[in-house]
């Protein structure tokens, strides 16, 4: 198993209700969840806004500290594994940010971003493997040397990709990447990231809120709902025949009539 | 588009020009003062005594902005006092935005206890009125350059303390702060290479403002006489004597007082315009 995540339960202090005096109470924001990624397999994670997707994800990067729970990445625990054992490892798994204009450093330039990762982790010839990434998510390697700030939307987003290819991990997030793009990017960003899935020999973790574009990229999908996960399943299974009715909720706010229709534009 | 962006990102950038054409022009008359201050700043002419500034009639050839009321070379004497002015702004100026902005950015990217113990020293420290405080300092430690420049630290880092914390504090909420601790960044490794350069634009804005006021803080302390102890011109101490002589040689007071308005609106521009032209972030 690439991850395997048990009874993950996390709560943070909810700052708006807390008292003059003393903490503030805690919110369960999950609320005991257990899912496993297998080794190349592409999940699925769907839900509402609010449902806990990000906290989930960045629970899994070690981002926020599980209240009780395990999370096992490749047969190890690294639940509460301390920062500095950690980072030798860290390499082996990435993440993809919703929104690149928060996740790239506006401050420094495409080459740097994508190259700073590598450099921590010692590996060599970072120039030629910042072109290297560049040609993999389609961008000219002369974009090495511009802000992101100068890029489109989805131009940034593949920059977010590539940095997070560069490192050669086994494992990516992605947390609901091409939200903020047009639907015509939308396309070729998920087109991109099934064709680097593939020729990259990853696995990925893919959430999204709409079903619509985890349906073709995903072998599996997990369905999460205030924190809890309503229904699993095989991607075909759950789009023929969803159990939840939450899931069946979701299903039907799909807008297009054609799901499959922006993948061929 | 994207060009057009660009261009207009660029603007003829007439204020750094400007403000830093002012600042280098004072700059190099302070560090050459000795070679082309025209007259010795201290020696006395009672029978030169009031000359007016060159345009007028009764002006002497050679006392460009005329002398005072002991017949000391108005120019040569701002020529000098700019000496003590930049000096004090430049070494002050540094000091204070290197103490303030280490702690403001620890306190803001740190938080927890680095953060509350900092952020109370600035809160109490805000509760003494400046000037009052800057009289007090000099009172105990006396007077001369050293004591000037270490009551404006001591006075002023939390100015910069204040700002660069909220920067950083905003900083490190964005997604390339946590981008980075996936990648395996330190801690502190990320303060120095994601964070500093973010808050690098303020820093600056906030140093060459804080140059700007080092020289008013001089230039009061001098106006006070609580300055340096020697006789040497200082722009406050012009102002100070010129004061008292403004309807016979108005001269005395207004140009020192026209130099240092200048000084210091350059200082707070050439923030701006730095940023204006270096930033690569168009806010
Ligand atoms: N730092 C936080 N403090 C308190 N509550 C939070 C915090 N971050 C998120 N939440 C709450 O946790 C819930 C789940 O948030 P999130 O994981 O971002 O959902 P999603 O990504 O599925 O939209 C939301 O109700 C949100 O308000
Ligand atoms: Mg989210």
Redesign the pocket.
Known sequence: MMFSINDLKLS????TQKPLFGPAPQ?D?LKGISFDIPKGCVLGIV????????????AMMRLLEPTSGSILFDGMDITHTSEEELRGMRQRFQMIFQDPMSSLNPRRKVGGIIAGPMRLHGMDRTKERVNEALDLVGLPQSFSQRYPHELSGGQRQRVGIARAIALRPEFILA??IVSGLDVSSQAQVLNLLAKLVKELGLTLAF?S?DLSVIRRLCDRVIV?HQ?LIVEEAESQILFESPQASYTKELLAAIPLPDPDQIWDA | MRDAQKEMRRPLGLRLWLSGGWLFALAVGAILAPLIAPHNPLAQDLFAARLPPFWDAKAEPGFWLGTDSLGRDVLSRILYGSRLALFVALVAGTLTCAVGATLGMIAGYYRGWPDRIISRFVDIWMAFPPVLFAILLIAVLGTGIVSIIIAIVIIDWTRFARVIRAEALGQSAMDYVASAKIAGRTKFSTMLTEIFPNVLPSIIALLTLEMGISVIIEAILSFVNLSISTDSPTWGGMISEGRTSVHQAWWVLVFPLITLFLTVLSFSQLGEGLKDRFDPVLR
Not at chain 1, 12 to 15: A, G, N, Q, Y
Not at chain 1, 47 to 58: F, I, N, Q, V, Y
């Open positions: 943070l202090p909810d700052m919110i924001i839900g509402g806004s609010g449902s806990g997707k990000s906290t989930l994800a960045r947390d609901e959430i809120h999460l924190g």
